[in-house]
C-alpha cells in the first residue's frame, strides 16, 4: 500500500504495483502495455493519490470520472487515453480515502 497526504492507494495486482513504481525507461520486455498508457497510468494514479475525495475528480473534464454500472457497479473509471480506462474503487466513505486499483481496460471490452 503507498500513502501519500491523505489519501491511500492500492493495487489489485502484483503487475499494477510493477508498472506504478518502476521507472518507464526501466520498463523492459514485451507487455499489455505501450510506454505511453504506462506513463499515462503513472500520472493518473499520482493524482488519485493528490486528492483527499473521489468527488474532485469531476472537476478535471478531460479524465471523463464516471461510476461505472452493470457488471462494473461498485467500479469508477477515468481515461488513460481515447481506447484506455483506470477502473478502480473507493474502499472507504472517509475523508481520508483508500482507492484499490484494479486494472487498465480497454474501452467497452
Do not use: W
Not at 11 to 28: A, M, N
Not at 29 to 40: L, N, R, S, W
Not at 57 to 80: A, H, P, T, V
Request: proline fraction near 1%; aromatic fraction near 12%; glycine fraction near 4%.
Amino acid at each position: 500500500m503507498f500513502t501519500y497526504k491523505s489519501m491511500k492507494v492500492e493495487f489489485r495486482t502484483e503487475y499494477l504495483v510493477y508498472l506504478y513504481v518502476t521507472p518507464l525507461e526501466k520498463i523492459k520486455g514485451k507487455h499489455a502495455f505501450t510506454k505511453e498508457i504506462i506513463k499515462q497510468y503513472k500520472k493518473k494514479i499520482q493524482l488519485l493519490i493528490s486528492i483527499t475525495r473521489i468527488e474532485q475528480l469531476k472537476q478535471f473534464r478531460g479524465l471523463n470520472f464516471e461510476f461505472l454500472k452493470g457488471d462494473k457497479k461498485g467500479e469508477c473509471s477515468i481515461r488513460l487515453n481515447r481506447q484506455y480506462r483506470l477502473l478502480f474503487e473507493q474502499k472507504s466513505e472517509k475523508e481520508i480515502t483508500l482507492i484499490l486499483i484494479n486494472e487498465i481496460s480497454k474501452h467497452y471490452e
